[in-house]
């Protein structure tokens, strides 16, 4: 889910937006986990830049740079998967919340913890995803 090459993406995009600024730049996802009934939910997300246009410039990728960050995502990813919390299929994959916690350690990873924000398009509206402090996120409603 967002890997750090998605990421990097949103960086090029909030370079390129002259025109109403680099804080306008988004990049999005699906993801699915399985619901226990043979079916699947579908995970909508959107990541946004929330830094300036410097910002972005300081946080640029050469293809190496992010091969190193792909190797240490995979670290974090295999790191989540053993805790049951972060699975539904005994750590076959990443449910929503580990597919949330793992975006936020790439994007503390990449130095931009205070620069990206990941919101979640959910039945019921749109929520903006936080960290807290104990690792847990939290998802709360855009107003």
Do not use: W
């Not at 002259?18 to 995970?43: D, K, Q, R, W």
């Not at 997300?45 to 740079?65: E, K, L, P, V, W």
């Amino acid at each position: 889910m967002l890997a750090p090459n998605d990421i990097d993406i949103l960086l090029r995009l909030a370079t390129q937006n002259s025109t109403t600024g680099p804080g306008n730049a988004f990049h999005g996802m699906i993801a699915a986990e399985e619901n226990g009934s043979s079916g699947f939910n579908y995970l909508n997300y959107i990541i946004r830049f929330n830094g300036t246009y410097q910002d972005a410039i300081d946080h640029s990728y050469m293809n190496d740079d992010i091969e190193k960050l792909e190797k240490e995502y995979d670290k974090i990813s295999n790191k989540l998967l053993k805790d049951p919390l972060n699975s539904d299929d005994n750590g076959f994959t990443l449910n929503g919340d580990g597919l949330e916690k793992l975006f936020f350690a790439t994007a503390k990873l990449m130095g931009l913890e205070n620069n990206v924000i990941l919101q979640r398009v959910d039945d019921d509206g749109i929520k903006i995803i936080t960290l807290n402090a104990d690792g847990s996120t939290t998802a709360n409603p855009c107003l």
